[in-house]
């Protein structure tokens, strides 16, 4: 029996609306979660996302053609009943709430359930069909609190006064979250950020997100940097870029750094468990609280997710999309 | 446990050998005993409890874990006791600090295998995630966080301010958890008494000859085998053989230390041979065969039987002959044979050559796959450990050299992880293909590293992983000091410290070496 809702490789199709919800590949019509680059595509026809999620897009892509969604707002396409609501996963970060003949679908995006001083909190919404993320679906993955790890950064600043700490960290999100959280724990020095991040900082800045003073990492002299707290995204860190720094400390923000191995393989000396996706006992609270009917599990560790459910007398299946995860976000 | 843990976390993590140094000096300056001991005990491979079995620890978590989403994070994690350590349930995620090193060692050692695992789970309710790894790791057996003994060690002599060399006398006095090293360490007790105990002396090291000539009347001669570089430590009832870098290789060797029961300390070249080699000392080739092995099996020892050819005699008996001039530890090494098994020992023969230019002829001559140049020795120097200016020279045989195509390149490690520095290059096949035949990644200057590194990222045509494959149009003149059969590599061929000699910018790929033609310079 053929749902409302279809689960395709390339993307969420809701049939009554013709629209399409984060394609990966160009569609007429497309519902956008959030501005990540495995959820948010340019060339559509036309997009809805949040304000924060459309000003992000055209940052990247320099998309134009789009339609600004309030958060709670309630909008129509074709039968359905369309309403944002916050995710807490990045700034503009937001679930689809979809509702068709009696029955609610709430399609999460990627979310996380902690506090972030950069975007709105997680909304919990009870629904009949929960779709959901599954990056960090393995009991293993149990992120500490945020406050503590960014505690750790510190302490390793302080600790080695004549180097850097040099932080990969994902350039949408991650990067903002972590200065953010520096300043919320008394860190008021400057930050030193990688030229790629630039862009995107003023665009939280211009959306009310104060990240303190900040300047460019590029064409300065090594001891311009010394004691200080250097931000880049991930692929910088064992390239060329950092050869610049004043002998740094290498630090990664990742919910992935929790596994040794994958800390080894990056040459992280520093390894921060500071996530933007939920971890299991977020992701499997969640879907308690929102007790659907069905769970549908998107992209991830799917396997575990839906054996958990199952064990749980709830029911589940897996979609497999394609192009999902970027291991260096998470 | 927790400040045990975070050193642990601390050693894995840190690459430099020095910031790993700092860590064990730091925890040893900082942490009470006996907690400190147990540590360097675990750091040095002496703690040996082994209470409980993986498999013990396996049916440990599927009693409180659903056994698919276990199976599911062990395929993920990789290394059980981490999966372990992460996956425990436990309400607060803390270390309570209930547990200190030295009780969970003590609540480990008096435990049978039957009663391990309540003790075990125990305790893991008391610690957070890095220290049930730790406690796992201790359980089991085997930290695995990638320091030698020595570098331990080393990092406990750094902390006090001792000479490591001190502490290795000491060392296999004492057992865990060394309470009386770390009073006199401190300054606070005597110091322990060695007794009759064998323990490894540092060895004299050479320095690279540079100079255009030497006076032979001032230096002697002697060939440099390719070997490994041994100390035999006899005390008349216990015999211990130990590598260049002070491990306890003994293990490796049984047929050499059963061999040797006189009260001596020698210092040789550690070697194979055999009718398998046709009687003569083997290419270090045949002796990699013998090397990191626990145990040896007796075909091992039949196929490739050890010797040990000696250069020195340090001690005998209560004689420390050390300061003594080379000549005169000569002559009593020489007296000292005579009690020695052929079969097992012999000595390195002087050259004798009428003068430089002719000693020069030799080395330029000599086909001996086990000779990797000429030692000269000052007559009158005495041992002294490390490298001293102008007492023992290194003199290498000339390298052999080969043009190859560099053909991928890898990322090095530490501060040279943002530069390919590492590449594998080949050589042509009769089908005029190029096949690997070695890796290298010394050789070249900073400036040179530049450059390299540049060429592969403009080159690059592949990638896999971390590899970048690269366009065939680069000549690399690689030196190597031998290069011997090998069943491991493609080609067949294995170089022995191959290096990047010179770029070879002007030479066009398709004229660099063949793989025949590198085989027949196969000794």
């Known amino acids: 029996m053929s749902h409302w809702i279809e689960p395709h490789p390339t993307g969420i199709y809701v049939r009554p609306a013709d629209a399409w919800i984060d394609p990966s590949v160009p569609r007429e019509r497309a519902l956008v979660t959030h501005g990540h680059a495995d959820h948010a595509r340019g060339g559509h026809g036309r997009a809805w996302a949040t304000r924060e999620t459309l000003a992000i897009m055209a940052l990247r892509y320099g998309t134009a053609a789009g339609a600004a969604v309030g958060y709670g707002e309630d909008f129509r396409l074709g039968g359905v009943s369309i309403r944002y609501v916050p995710a807490g996963h990045v700034l503009g970060s937001a679930q689809i709430v979809l509702e068709h003949a009696g029955e609610r679908v709430v399609v999460t995006g990627d979310y996380k359930r902690r506090a972030d001083p950069t975007c709105l909190p997680f909304e919990p919404v009870p629904c009949d069909i929960f779709v959901t993320e599954a990056t960090f679906a393995l009991p293993v993955f149990r992120h500490p609190d945020t406050g503590s790890e960014i505690d750790r950064l510190l302490g390793a600043l302080h600790a080695n006064p004549d180097r850097c700490v040099l932080v990969g960290a994902y350039a949408l999100g991650k990067a903002q979250r972590l200065i953010a959280g520096l300043r919320a724990r008394g860190h008021h020095d400057a930050i030193y950020i990688h030229g790629a991040l630039e862009r995107m900082c003023a665009l939280y800045g211009s959306f009310g997100v104060e990240l303190g003073e900040l300047r460019l990492a590029t064409g300065l002299p090594a001891k311009a940097m010394r004691g200080a707290i250097v931000v880049a995204p991930p692929s910088a860190l064992n390239d060329r870029w950092s050869r610049r720094l004043p002998d740094p400390i290498t630090a990664m923000a990742s919910g992935w750094m929790r596994i040794r191995q994958r800390a080894r393989q990056r040459n992280v000396e520093l390894p921060l468990v500071i996530s933007d996706h939920a971890d299991w006992d977020e992701l499997t609270g969640t879907i308690r609280e929102v007790a659907p009917n069905e769970t549908w599990i998107t992209h991830g560790r799917d396997e575990a997710l839906a054996h958990w459910c199952m064990t749980h007398q709830m029911r589940a299946r897996a979609l497999a999309l394609v192009g999902r995860e970027d291991e260096d976000e998470g | ?523």
């Open chain 2, 1 to 523: 446990m927790r400040s045990f843990s975070q050193l642990l976390d601390g050693l894995v993590y840190t690459r430099s050998r020095n910031g790993k140094l700092a860590l064990i000096a730091d925890y040893m300056r900082g942490t009470p005993d006996p907690d400190r001991g147990w540590a360097l005990a675990a750091l040095t491979g002496n703690l040996d409890l082994k209470a409980v079995k993986a498999s013990a620890i396996g049916d440990m978590i599927r009693a409180r874990v659903d056994p698919m989403l276990f199976e599911m994070s062990r395929d993920y994690v990789g290394d059980l006791a981490e999966t372990v350590a992460l996956l425990w349930p436990k309400g607060e995620e803390t270390d309570d600090g209930s547990l200190t090193l030295s009780t969970v060692v003590e609540r480990l050692h008096g435990l049978s295998r039957a009663e391990a695992p309540a003790a075990l789970a125990a305790m893991m309710d008391h610690l957070d995630a890095p220290g049930r790894f730790a406690l796992l790791k201790l359980a089991t057996g085997g930290l695995r966080v990638g320091i030698s003994a020595r570098l331990a060690r080393t990092g406990f002599a750094r902390a006090f301010s001792l000479d490591v060399d001190d502490v290795e006398q000491l060392w296999h006095v004492l057992q865990p958890p060394y309470t009386p090293l770390f009073h006199w360490a401190e300054g606070r007790a005597e110091r322990p008494d060695p007794g009759g105990m064998p323990f490894f002396r540092p060895f004299m090291l050479a320095h690279p000859l540079e100079a255009e000539s030497i006076d032979l009347n001032a230096y002697a001669a002697e060939w440099k085998w390719d070997g490994i570089r041994v100390q035999i430590v006899g005390t008349g009832r216990e015999t211990r053989l130990y590598s260049r870098a002070g491990d306890d290789i003994t293990g490796s060797f049984p047929d050499i230390a059963r061999a040797f029961s006189g009260d001596a300390v020698l210092d040789g070249e550690l070697l194979v041979k055999g009718d398998y080699q046709g009687g003569e000392a083997a290419s270090f080739n045949a002796l990699q065969q013998r090397l990191g092995r626990k145990a040896v099996s007796a075909k091992m020892m039949n196929d490739y039987p050890a010797f040990v050819r000696l250069y020195d005699l340090l001690l005998e008996g209560r004689d420390d002959l050390r300061p003594l001039p080379w000549t005169v530890r000569r002559d009593r090494l020489e007296t000292f044979m005579a009690q020695l098994d052929p079969e097992r020992f012999d000595i390195s023969a002087l050259i004798e050559a009428p003068g430089f230019d002719a000693l020069a002829d030799l080395r330029a001559g000599t086909r001996d796959a086990a000779i990797e140049g000429v030692m000269l020795k000052k007559r009158d120097s005495p041992y002294v450990a490390g490298r001293k200016a102008a007492l023992w020279y290194k003199w290498k045989r000339d390298p052999l050299t080969a043009d190859c195509v560099m053909m991928y390149a890898q990322r090095g490690h530490g501060k040279r992880s943002s530069y390919y520095s590492d590449y594998t290059f080949g050589c042509w096949t009769e089908e005029g293909e190029l096949l690997p035949v070695g890796k290298a990644y010394s050789g070249f200057t900073d400036e040179e590293l530049k450059w390299l590194d540049r060429f592969v990222r403009t080159n690059t045509v592949n990638r896999f992983g971390p590899v970048r494959e690269v366009e065939k149009s680069l000549v690399l003149e690689v030196a190597f000091d031998s290069i011997h059969d090998s069943k491991r590599h493609k080609s067949g061929l294995a170089m022995r410290f191959p290096r990047i000699a010179r770029i070879r910018r002007d030479k066009p790929a398709s004229e660099a070496d063949t793989v025949e033609g590198l085989r027949r310079l196969v000794s």
